[in-house]
């Protein structure tokens, strides 16, 4: 895993290496699902489920005033013999930054 991860950092990974995936996103939102407890299989590392957006109320800010929001859930599951649960909420909180601001996915991209 240290040997793909480096590889990747460098952009150096062939077509083999990312067969066999590691890392599934389940998308139950096209079917209209809106939550799911993903579970990991044997031979992955972590899956995340996306759900479809929803129009929900929302507290704005710390007001006790309601406004309609765009919502999406995602549930994420990892192996924990590979990806400590620190890990996993930093990564959740990244993929929420990036989907909130797409202008920071761009920034990122090489």
Known sequence: LRDLVARGKAGTLANG??????????????????????????????IGAIGRVQR????EGDSDRV????????SWAADHRVVDGATMARFATLYKSLLEQPELMMARMK
């Open 67 to 74: 406004v309609a929001r765009h919502i999406l859930v995602t």
């Open 17 to 46: 290496d990312l067969r066999g995936g590691t890392f599934t996103l389940s998308n139950v939102g096209m079917i209209g699902g809106t939550y799911l407890s993903p579970v990991v299989v044997s031979s992955e590392v972590c």
């Open 56 to 59: 929900l109320p929302r507290f």
